[in-house]
Structure formats: C-alpha cells, structure tokens
C-alpha cells in the first residue's frame, strides 16, 4: 500500500540536520514522487536535504487552490507499486495552515497510510516558547488588511482570550510586521501578554513576552521583512 510522508520543510537557512531527524531525511531521500505548493521550493528543500534519485527524475505535482479531488487521487495513484509519495509545505510541517490538508483528505479516502514526520512548525514552537496558555490556544491565520477591519478583528480575538483564557496566534506578510506590531500595540489592553517571534530556527531567531504595557516603553523589535509570529493572551 502507498503511503503519504507528511515532510516538514524548513523556516530557514539553518542545515537539516538541525530541524528534521534522520529517520524522515532518509524516507525523504529515498521517494521518487511529490506533491507540492511550489515546485521550485520543494527543488530546493529536496537539493538541501539530499536525494537517492537525480532530481530530474524525482516527480513533482503542483498543488493550487483549485486543484481538484480527483486530480489529487489521480496523483496517488499514479505512484507505481511499491513507492510512496511525499507532502511538503512551502515552510514548516505540511497540511497545518496550509493546503496540503486535501491531499490527506484525499489519501484517508482512498484507505492510504498517512504517515506524519517531526518537524519545525512556527506555530507550535513559537508557542512553547511563548510562555503564554499552551492548554487553550486558536491559530487565526492573517488578519484582515483593512486598518479598521484588522483593529475591530485583533480586539475581538482578545476579547476571546480573556473570555476562554486563550492564545491567540497569527501571521502577517513580513513587509507589514512593523504595521502588525504598531495595531497591537494601539488596539490591546495595557495587561494583555504578547510574544513576538521572529526568524524561528534561523540564527537571528529572537523570540520575547512582554505585556502591552512593557512593549510600549521598550525598543521597537526588528521586523522588517522577516518572517515573524505573534501570540497573545488577554490578562
């Protein structure tokens, strides 16, 4: 029976060796069939890990919003007998926010093993380090663009938090950290905690808890263009 390998990929530069056992770079190393967000990425991350196959003949399908059902079952089973297939994100481990969630859909449907990998997921390390409730938390994605939508959104997430004593975590495009950083700043309670981590396994990796309070009279933390996450949890 084919089996699907959930593969982490990596938040950054930092070797393999330091993010991904060697039991899931071996199984990495050894298939012969992908399914991906982005082709070019996945090449990359598979030329960083390491291939028994030269590249060239390592298949990669392109996964899109719109790909559909059919289409993805079509790839599963197209993998000839006796190989497997592996997910891989654009970052991070494969199928939590992101996309490749229908292709597992797809392989539970089909009766095939799904086999999930350890890996870096930004989510849950920056929670750990968070220092915020790691027992209840909700993982929102981005916020709206819109400055008020955002505002209206990022205070009703806190209300949320102190209602249910929960973490709220989110994203935001690296070139509108600072915009992020600034609407937390404006819109949460002096008393709410927020941790910001940035660069999570890279070697500029930062990551601190302050309340909104502390983060007002302290130094503005570098954000640019970095990829960055942030938790809070309404006090």
Same mark, same amino acid.
């Given at each position: 029976?084919?089996?699907?390998?959930? &593969?982490?990929?990596?938040?950054?530069?930092?070797?393999?060796?330091?993010?991904?056992?060697?039991?899931?770079?071996?199984?990495?190393?050894?298939?012969?069939?992908?399914?991906?967000?982005?082709?070019?990425?996945?090449?990359?991350?598979?030329?960083?890990?390491?291939?028994?196959?030269?590249?060239?003949? &390592?298949?990669?399908?392109?996964?899109?919003?719109?790909?559909? +059902?059919?289409?993805?079952?079509?790839?599963?089973?197209?993998?000839?007998?006796?190989?497997?297939? +592996?997910?891989?994100?654009?970052?991070?481990?494969?199928?939590?926010?992101?996309?490749?969630?229908?292709?597992?859909?797809?392989?539970?449907?089909?009766? %095939?093993?799904?086999?999930?990998?350890?890996?870096?997921?930004?989510?849950?390390? +920056?929670?750990?380090?968070?220092?915020?409730?790691?027992?209840?938390?909700?993982?929102? +994605?981005?916020?709206?663009?819109?400055?008020?939508?955002?505002?209206?959104?990022?205070?009703?997430?806190?209300?949320?938090?102190?209602?249910?004593?929960?973490?709220?975590?989110?994203?935001?495009?690296?070139?509108?950290?600072?915009?992020?950083?600034?609407?937390? %700043?404006?819109? %949460?309670?002096?008393?709410?905690?927020?941790?910001?981590?940035?660069?999570?396994?890279?070697?500029?990796?930062?990551?601190?808890?302050?309340? &909104?309070?502390?983060?007002?009279?302290?130094?503005?933390?570098?954000?640019?263009?970095?990829?960055?996450?942030?938790?809070?949890?309404?006090?």
């Amino acid at each position: 029976m084919t089996v699907l390998h959930l &593969i982490p990929v990596g938040l950054s530069a930092a070797s393999p060796d330091v993010w991904l056992p060697a039991a899931a770079r071996e199984t990495a190393a050894g298939l012969r069939t992908y399914i991906a967000e982005n082709a070019k990425t996945a090449r990359a991350f598979l030329k960083l890990a390491g291939t028994r196959a030269p590249l060239q003949d &390592i298949t990669i399908h392109t996964l899109k919003a719109d790909t559909r +059902g059919d289409e993805i079952q079509a790839w599963l089973r197209a993998v000839p007998a006796g190989e497997d297939v +592996g997910l891989v994100s654009e970052a991070g481990c494969p199928a939590v926010a992101d996309p490749g969630a229908a292709v597992v859909a797809q392989a539970h449907r089909m009766g %095939l093993r799904v086999r999930p990998w350890t890996g870096p997921s930004s989510i849950m390390l +920056g929670l750990m380090a968070s220092g915020l409730q790691g027992q209840r938390f909700a993982f929102h +994605g981005y916020a709206p663009v819109k400055p008020g939508e955002r505002d209206a959104q990022l205070r009703a997430w806190e209300s949320a938090s102190r209602k249910q004593r929960q973490t709220q975590i989110l994203i935001e495009t690296p070139y509108r950290n600072e915009a992020m950083f600034e609407a937390l %700043l404006r819109v %949460l309670h002096d008393t709410t905690h927020l941790c910001i981590a940035r660069s999570l396994t890279a070697e500029d990796e930062w990551i601190r808890t302050l309340s &909104i309070a502390q983060w007002r009279k302290a130094p503005p933390p570098d954000l640019a263009r970095k990829p960055a996450l942030f938790l809070y949890l309404a006090d």
